[in-house]
């Protein structure tokens, strides 16, 4: 499923099967970002994310890649303040055994762990953090180096050096856990 | 990046390394994919209500357009408020200023009709002075060339108070008796007159200078004697003149 310059149009105008297209087509990208940055609440987050998106439609510009472009960047900035919120205020919970994941893996990780991807997260994990965001919204969010660069508010230039040096970092930590 | 092209393929290509040394790099990414659901999350309950009414027309530029008003109307105040203090508004526009800043205000804005008369002061004096010396003449007719003293005080006064045209008497001062009849009158201010006043000008008699000095009024005194030298000097001098062409 593709966005259409025609649907993003027809959603500009308040069409409500136009906008539940939008919703449908990149809430699912979205809330992949979110969960691969690590969100705590991936789909509360996700629909703050087009909380916010849906009323600006109205003025939005640049099409189905301006459309893409103002979703990342709200869902970016939502995980960042939640990422801040966390740091000011650490949640303090009692103790379970069975959320502690020295012994019984999450739901979520046994998710990742049985589509394979558990050792990418762990890698992802080893990279600085804007290079972890690079290479997100490149690959789950599907956006190019300019819309990637609006983002993040940076250069095209710093991203096609941060996007290099994550690929090059991710390549040797995966050589040195093969030579292990 | 549009569907159907190998975003991973074209970072590594982008970043202008080889796709064959990062083969493994770019399978390993391509799992990350896995992650991404087929179906959106269930939308809450107020996502739900925004996608079944659609779009909600944002108030947006209704607000800037109050901005904008907002501040061309502050713009035009300041503006107006300006050119009042600097009493630069059209007279009607700068008298409403005035009253409304005497009423209102803590200060006052400029009255154009004082400003008016401080400027035209000076403009107007000659035509006081004319009247004076049209009085002068009046009075001067019969009663000899000396009442033709006042004229030449204005001249001496006029420049000494250029601002203050109010100072000015505004009914014609009271016409005062000949001077034989108050011989005895104290000499001020022009009373120097009789001595300075033209000696050698065939018609400056005594009797033209003792007019000066004999009709002068208690408040001409009093002018006169802020000038005491040039306006009498030269109402004499012009009042013996005068009094001979007339006679």
């Given at each position: 499923?593709?966005?259409?310059?025609?649907?993003?149009?027809?959603?500009?105008?308040?069409?409500?099967?136009?906008?539940?297209?939008?919703?449908?087509?990149?809430?699912?990208?979205?809330?992949?970002?979110?969960?691969?940055?690590?969100?705590?609440?991936?789909?509360?987050?996700?629909?703050?994310?087009?909380?916010?998106?849906?009323?600006?439609?109205?003025?939005?510009?640049?099409?189905?890649?301006?459309?893409?472009?103002?979703?990342?960047?709200?869902?970016?900035?939502?995980?960042?303040?939640?990422?801040?919120?966390?740091?000011?205020?650490?949640?303090?919970?009692?103790?379970?055994?069975?959320?502690?994941?020295?012994?019984?893996?999450?739901?979520?990780?046994?998710?990742?762990?049985?589509?394979?991807?558990?050792?990418?997260?762990?890698?992802?994990?080893?990279?600085?953090?804007?290079?972890?965001?690079?290479?997100?919204?490149?690959?789950?969010?599907?956006?190019?180096?300019?819309?990637?660069?609006?983002?993040?508010?940076?250069?095209?230039?710093?991203?096609?050096?941060?996007?290099?040096?994550?690929?090059?970092?991710?390549?040797?930590?995966?050589?040195?856990?093969?030579?292990? | 990046?549009?569907?159907?092209?190998?975003?991973?393929?074209?970072?590594?290509?982008?970043?202008?390394?080889?796709?064959?040394d990062y083969a493994g790099v770019a399978d390993a990414l391509a799992t990350l994919r896995s992650v991404v659901p087929a179906d959106p999350?269930?939308?809450?309950?107020?996502?739900?209500?925004?996608?079944?009414?659609?779009?909600?027309?944002?108030?947006?530029?209704?607000?800037?357009?109050?901005?904008?008003?907002?501040?061309?109307?502050?713009?035009?105040?300041?503006?107006?408020?300006?050119?009042?203090?600097?009493?630069?508004?059209?007279?009607?526009?700068?008298?409403?200023?005035?009253?409304?800043?005497?009423?209102?205000?803590?200060?006052?804005?400029?009255?154009?009709?004082?400003?008016?008369?401080?400027?035209?002061?000076?403009?107007?004096?000659?035509?006081?002075?004319?009247?004076?010396t049209d009085q002068g003449k009046h009075v001067g007719k019969g009663e000899g060339g000396g009442k033709t003293a006042n004229p030449g005080?204005?001249?001496?006064?006029?420049?000494?108070?250029?601002?203050?045209?109010?100072?000015?008497?505004?009914?014609?001062?009271?016409?005062?008796?000949?001077?034989?009849?108050?011989?005895?009158?104290?000499?001020?201010?022009?009373?120097?007159?009789?001595?300075?006043?033209?000696?050698?000008?065939?018609?400056?008699?005594?009797?033209?200078?003792?007019?000066?000095?004999?009709?002068?009024?208690?408040?001409?005194?009093?002018?006169?004697?802020?000038?005491?030298?040039?306006?009498?000097?030269?109402?004499?001098?012009?009042?013996?003149?005068?009094?001979?062409?007339?006679?």
């Amino acid at each position: 499923m593709e966005l259409t310059e025609s649907t993003v149009e027809d959603a500009k105008s308040g069409n409500r099967d136009a906008v539940g297209m939008v919703y449908r087509v990149l809430a699912p990208k979205v809330l992949g970002y979110l969960r691969a940055r690590g969100a705590e609440d991936p789909e509360g987050l996700t629909n703050e994310v087009f909380l916010a998106v849906i009323p600006r439609l109205p003025s939005l510009e640049g099409g189905a890649a301006g459309l893409r472009t103002l979703v990342f960047s709200v869902a970016h900035a939502r995980y960042v303040d939640e990422i801040r919120r966390r740091a000011r205020r650490p949640v303090q919970t009692a103790y379970e055994q069975e959320y502690d994941e020295r012994t019984t893996p999450s739901a979520e990780v046994t998710a990742i762990e049985q589509n394979g991807s558990a050792q990418v997260f762990g890698l992802l994990s080893l990279l600085g953090e804007e290079q972890r965001s690079v290479i997100g919204l490149r690959i789950l969010g599907d956006l190019s180096l300019e819309q990637t660069a609006q983002v993040l508010g940076k250069t095209t230039g710093a991203i096609k050096q941060l996007q290099r040096r994550g690929l090059e970092n991710l390549r040797q930590l995966m050589t040195d856990r093969d030579g292990r | 990046m549009q569907e159907g092209r190998d975003p991973i393929r074209d970072m590594i290509a982008e970043s202008g390394l080889d796709a064959d040394d990062y083969a493994g790099v770019a399978d390993a990414l391509a799992t990350l994919r896995s992650v991404v659901p087929a179906d959106p999350p269930t939308p809450s309950a107020e996502l739900a209500a925004l996608l079944t009414a659609g779009t909600v027309v944002a108030l947006r530029p209704r607000r800037n357009s109050l901005a904008v008003a907002s501040g061309v109307t502050a713009a035009l105040v300041l503006a107006s408020g300006v050119a009042a203090a600097t009493n630069n508004l059209p007279d009607p526009l700068q008298r409403f200023a005035h009253d409304v800043s005497e009423k209102v205000l803590p200060f006052e804005f400029p009255d154009p009709d004082r400003h008016a008369q401080g400027r035209e002061g000076p403009v107007q004096l000659p035509e006081q002075a004319k009247n004076d010396t049209d009085q002068g003449k009046h009075v001067g007719k019969g009663e000899g060339g000396g009442k033709t003293a006042n004229p030449g005080s204005q001249e001496g006064k006029a420049p000494d108070k250029p601002g203050k045209p109010d100072a000015r008497p505004t009914t014609p001062p009271t016409p005062t008796p000949p001077a034989p009849d108050r011989p005895d009158k104290p000499v001020q201010g022009g009373g120097e007159d009789p001595g300075e006043g033209d000696p050698s000008g065939p018609g400056a008699g005594e009797q033209g200078d003792q007019g000066d000095q004999g009709e002068d009024s208690p408040s001409d005194a009093t002018t006169k004697g802020e000038d005491p030298g040039d306006g009498g000097n030269k109402g004499g001098g012009k009042s013996g003149d005068r009094s001979l062409r007339q006679g």
